[in-house]
């Protein structure tokens, strides 16, 4: 596929959505045709339907696995429906969230094992990996107090212990070790205007190289 696939990792309040939207406006003027900018369920009916279901705070008995799979169907439908076809297009999609996430929050966070989520997204995504991955790192204690500062109603997973945030972003400093080459780690600690800078000139770098 032509194009290029790049996506925003990292914890909660770690910056991707302001980030993402912050370089956004610098890129349009040089790429704007060519820039898709998604996030995961991705907007359509089907993605958004089961996004719901994993985040109501009334599903208390979803079993862990039930929940990965339900991540991983919906973004089978957002590939399907939003970025295979952008790539086929040759665009650039920058996209909060992908596989990372699941690896990450499923794997680590609610221990099903990193392995078993990799491979049941291999599925999902029939092999489709981001050319560059930008991932946001901060302590689960920054990020943790950044969203309780968003006003946004408290979801099933930001509602989880310290534990569990804390297992989340060690499984993210392994996947960004175990793939130097595609994951450029960003320290999110950062003030915002040196993270938006560092992002910004990663994703052109990748695009002029690509
Ligand atoms: N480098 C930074 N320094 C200070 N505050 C920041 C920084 N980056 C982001 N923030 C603030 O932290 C809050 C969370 O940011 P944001 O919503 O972009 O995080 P996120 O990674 O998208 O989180 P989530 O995974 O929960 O969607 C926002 O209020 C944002 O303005
Ligand atoms: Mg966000």
Same mark, same amino acid.
């Given at each position: 596929?032509?194009?290029?696939?790049?996506?925003?990792?990292?914890?909660?309040?770690?910056?991707?959505?302001?980030?993402?939207?912050?370089?956004?406006?610098?890129?349009?003027?040089?790429?704007?045709?060519?820039?898709?900018?998604?996030?995961?369920?991705?907007?359509?009916?089907?993605?958004? @339907?089961?996004?719901?279901?994993?985040?109501?705070?009334?599903?208390?008995?979803?079993?862990?696995?039930?929940?990965?799979?339900?991540?991983?169907?919906?973004?089978?439908?957002?590939?399907?429906?939003?970025?295979?076809?952008?790539? @086929?297009?040759?665009?650039?999609?920058?996209?909060?969230?992908?596989?990372?996430?699941?690896?990450?929050?499923?794997?680590?966070?609610?221990?099903?094992?990193?392995?078993?989520?990799?491979?049941?997204?291999?599925?999902?995504?029939?092999?489709?990996?981001?050319?560059?991955?930008?991932?946001?790192?901060?302590?689960?204690?920054?990020?943790?107090?950044?969203?309780?500062?968003?006003?946004?109603?408290?979801?099933?997973?930001?509602?989880? @212990?310290?534990?569990?945030?804390?297992?989340?972003?060690?499984?993210?400093?392994?996947?960004?070790?175990?793939?130097?080459?595609?994951?450029?780690?960003?320290?999110?600690?950062?003030?915002? @205007?040196?993270?938006?800078?560092?992002?910004?000139?990663?994703?052109?770098?990748?695009?002029?190289?690509?």
């Amino acid at each position: 596929m032509a194009g290029l696939l790049i996506t925003f990792e990292g914890p909660d309040g770690a910056g991707k959505t302001t980030v993402l939207s912050a370089i956004v406006k610098q890129l349009t003027q040089d790429y704007g045709s060519r820039l898709v900018v998604t996030r995961e369920p991705g907007g359509n009916q089907i993605s958004e @339907a089961i996004r719901h279901i994993i985040l109501d705070p009334k599903n208390t008995e979803m079993d862990v696995r039930t929940e990965a799979l339900l991540y991983a169907a919906a973004r089978r439908q957002h590939i399907n429906e939003t970025i295979a076809p952008a790539l @086929a297009a040759n665009q650039v999609v920058l996209c909060d969230r992908f596989v990372d996430s699941s690896v990450a929050y499923q794997g680590a966070g609610r221990e099903i094992g990193e392995d078993a989520v990799y491979e049941m997204n291999q599925f999902a995504t029939d092999g489709l990996t981001p050319d560059l991955t930008l991932y946001f790192d901060v302590p689960s204690e920054v990020g943790l107090a950044r969203t309780r500062t968003r006003e946004k109603a408290v979801d099933r997973l930001d509602a989880e @212990a310290l534990s569990f945030h804390q297992r989340v972003r060690a499984s993210y400093l392994r996947l960004a070790q175990a793939n130097p080459e595609r994951i450029r780690t960003i320290d999110a600690t950062q003030p915002l @205007a040196t993270v938006i800078a560092e992002a910004d000139q990663l994703v052109r770098r990748a695009i002029t190289q690509a």
